[in-house]
């Protein structure tokens, strides 16, 4: 940004309005007490409007605090009450301050020279970069003064590339990071720095676990990723990191938008957003985001019919409290999708437009989930926050399994056909104490903290052998669901971790930030697999136990306000469920990683990069016991490294050019196995891939959009028997906003996959189960916004 100033008793004040803004449009503000000349430049960029002013006549004066929603007059009023300042505001929205009873005549007006600066949540905010996240601190934390590595995907991103999944809200947009979905395309789960989730479903949502699912972002306002272990934070965790969305909160303005998306292969999309205030004083907010879609597959019988609702309302009567009460409901049904088997070390060469299935038969998703948040804030600096979220998930229907895998002739593949009902019930809440407070010289943002998760598994399937399937001359319509009618396996599982943690954010010369933090888990975990009942199944439960301390330390010096360089160390656990031959039970399994890293970040806060080294263990990885015949029976005797180097960049570089890439460097490998699997590669796990992505706004009305998205070639499995080629994946858009009025309307054409790659996304682990990625696919969308 660039500032034309009058010599010495004017200055401008961060960032300018592009457009005229009238008086009684209000804004969004979260302004400390604190002495007038830091509050303004925080007013000025809170709210996008220019301000001058006389250097002298606010020094000396200070201001209370803004928190809340309000218009500029209100605002202004309040900040400047205890000052005896006064303030204009003139007919292109700018404001001048002045000594009350002083000549109102200004200098001639300072020119600035840049772009609107917009909200975070604004839903015209086209920024690729986001200052600040809380994932990693569950405090409102500048990533340039957090000691590990953490990257956000913001709303902009997903708009452009019409992201529909959350696994691909985050491939090609953050290093490292492969969004994948296991287990049949019914667990959305994501492999981070080499190490993949627990295949139950890994995402949090909005800082608590959301398990087991595959999510939908039609009110997803953003995507955190932390690398490395959580457990400080978020307990029983796998060490490579943690995906959070943060999901689109109630707004004061109202905004309202419809989009239509339709695409190749039969994909259609409507969706929903609106917003706005209830009451007159605006204490009483809504939201309602919601999509229907009706998703075909270039894959044979693989779709998918949703229909998704959010509401979401927010209660803010005063200016110490707020509570947001929120609903989803989900309804999926869907046919997954279990890939094709390898042949010779590499995925059968059959089409890939050809699945194993037995026809269209569809399994029903359906997901209630009911949450609530309420903060209170003692004063400016300390406040306490209590979050709790419910869900009620269920699977039912047919569907069929490679698990028995091929015969000796290589081409015949054997079945199980099954169907039957699965209820997944989930509770998870924590209680944050946060204040801020200064210390021998030293500034501290203090968190204290309990949270706990509850959750109970209950099952019951028919399934049974199912007629081979020829992979190269397939026959379908073999199976009859209706014949599996005995019920022979019910499963159930109850687990809970309860854990208590503290953290320090020190700062020290205003330049040097040391994050201290420690947690105690307690974990109770037992499950049972019989043939006799659901009730046999919770009596024979055994429950088996684990505690663990995870500590965690952190050390940032930001040299310049753009460069900052750090390095931390974190441990984390997570729970073992095997047998052992003498009925003990294991001790949970561990991470420990090591990180120094370097961000950047530009004047403005639009373009940052971080560039990360990491190493990291997991230990205590279960594995076949080599003294028992039985291979139930397991010992400790596991362990992984990964070690490497991601960069990201992401931001707006000049006014019309957005950018966004990554790179990471991957080496995971088994080091300790007796399964013979020790110095094998993990499965999934690509030594480099990167991502390349830029948009041009041409002018106000075009922009398009090009990159790439490169994954080198990977093991398909533990044992390394088949290998996933590498592929490069280019893709493009364009968009074209013609404007009515205030109102928006967007036309955009997206095109993935432009060369016609063929290509393998992932497996689900095993050499039966090679996912295709997409051919070439045209995705439009029309979106109105008013």
């Known amino acids: 940004m660039k500032f034309l100033t009058q010599p010495l008793l004017f200055g401008a004040l961060l960032a300018s309005a592009c457009e005229v803004r009238a008086t009684e449009t209000t804004y969004s503000f979260d302004i400390p007490a604190q002495e007038l000349a830091a509050a303004l430049p925080k007013l000025a960029a809170q709210s996008g409007i220019q301000i001058f002013y006389a250097h002298d006549s606010v020094a000396g004066h200070s201001g209370p605090a803004l928190r809340g929603t309000m218009t500029l007059n209100e605002a202004l009023s309040k900040l400047l009450s205890a000052s005896g300042l006064s303030f204009a505001i003139a007919g292109d929205g700018s404001v001048s301050i002045k000594a009350a009873g002083k000549d109102a005549t200004m200098l001639q007006p300072v020119n600035v020279i840049g772009q609107t600066v917009y909200d975070a949540t604004d839903p015209y905010n086209t920024d690729y970069n986001r200052p600040n996240a809380t994932t990693a601190t569950k405090t409102d934390t500048p990533i340039m003064e957090t000691p590990i590595s953490i990257q956000v995907v913001p709303k902009a991103v997903l708009a452009d590339k019409q992201a529909m999944t959350l696994p691909d809200a985050v491939n090609g947009h953050v290093s490292g990071v492969l969004g994948r979905t296991g287990g049949g395309f019914l667990y959305d789960n994501f492999i981070i720095r080499g190490l993949a989730g627990s295949g139950f479903g890994d995402a949090y949502r909005n800082g608590l676990f959301n398990r087991q699912d595959i999510y939908d972002i039609a009110n997803i306002e953003q995507i955190e990723v932390l690398k490395g272990p959580a457990a400080v934070l978020y307990g029983r965790i796998e060490p490579g990191g943690l995906v959070n969305y943060v999901t689109k909160k109630p707004r004061d303005t109202p905004y309202y938008s419809l989009q239509q998306q339709f695409g190749s292969y039969d994909q259609y999309r409507t969706l929903i957003d609106a917003t706005g205030p209830i009451n007159d004083d605006k204490t009483l907010l ?83 989930l009911v949450g609530y948040d309420w903060t209170y804030r003692f004063n400016d600096d300390w406040k306490i926050t209590q979050r709790y979220l419910f869900k009620d998930w269920s699977l039912s229907g047919p569907t069929l399994y ?169 441990e984390s656990f997570s729970a073992n469920n095997g047998v052992s031959a003498s009925g003990a039970s294991f001790d949970p399994q561990e991470g420990q990683q090591h990180e120094v890293g370097i961000k950047t970040q530009s004047q403005d806060k639009r373009f940052s990069s971080t560039l990360a080294f990491f190493h990291l263990t997991k230990s205590n990885l279960l594995t076949d016991d080599p003294n028992q015949a039985d291979p139930q029976f397991q010992i400790l005797a596991g362990k992984i490294r990964s070690k490497g180097i991601e960069l990201d960049l992401a931001g707006q570089v000049t006014d019309q050019f957005h950018l966004l890439a990554t790179y990471a460097y991957t080496q995971v490998n088994y080091i300790e196995e007796f399964s013979g699997l020790r110095g094998n590669r993990l499965e999934n796990v690509p030594r480099h891939q990167g991502s390349l992505w830029g948009t041009w706004q041409f002018n106000e009305a075009f922009k398009a959009g090009l990159g790439v998205v490169a994954i080198g070639s990977r093991p398909g499995d533990s044992n390394n028997t088949f290998t996933l080629p590498g592929y490069a994946r280019l893709d493009a858009m364009a968009a074209y906003t013609h404007r009515i009025g205030q109102h928006k309307l967007t036309a955009q054409l997206n095109i993935n996959n432009l060369l016609d790659k063929e290509y393998y996304a992932n497996t689900d682990g095993g050499s039966l189960g090679a996912i295709p990625g997409y051919p070439i696919n045209v995705l439009g969308s029309l979106k109105y916004e008013f």
């Open 286 to 368: 809504y939201r309602l985001n919601g999509s229907y879609t009706d998703n075909q597959s270039f894959r044979e019988f693989v779709g998918n019919e949703r229909f998704f609702v959010a509401p979401v309302v927010t209660w803010r009567p005063n200016e110490k409290f707020e509570t947001n009460l929120e609903l989803e409901y989900k309804h999926d049904r869907l046919n997954a999708d279990y890939g094709i088997p390898a042949v010779n070390g590499r995925p059968a060469p059959i089409p890939i437009t050809r699945t194993l299935k037995d026809g269209p038969q569809r399994q029903l998703m359906e997901s209630t």
């Open 402 to 570: 490679n698990y028995l895998g091929l015969q000796d002739d290589q081409r015949s593949l054997n079945r199980i056909a099954t169907t039957g009902v699965q209820d997944v019930m989930t509770h998870s809440g924590n209680i944050d104490l946060n204040g801020k407070f200064e210390f021998l010289g030293s500034k501290h943002n203090l968190l204290i903290g309990v949270d706990g998760f509850y959750a109970t598994t209950e099952s019951h399937d028919a399934d049974g052998p199912a007629p081979a399937i020829d992979i190269y001359n397939p026959i379908y319509g073999q199976v009859d669901f209706a014949a599996l009618t005995n019920e022979n396996a019910f499963f159930y599982r109850k687990e809970s971790w309860v854990g208590a943690y503290i953290q320090d954010q020190i700062t020290l010369f205003d330049k040097l930030h040391i994050l201290l933090g420690g947690r105690y888990d307690n974990v109770t975990t037992g499950e049972k697999f019989t043939p006799e009942s659901l009730a046999a199944a919770k009596a024979g439960r055994v429950e088996k136990e684990d505690d663990a301390f995870s500590p965690r330390a952190g050390v940032l010096y930001q040299a310049q306000d753009w460069l900052s360089v750090y390095g931390s160390y974190t």
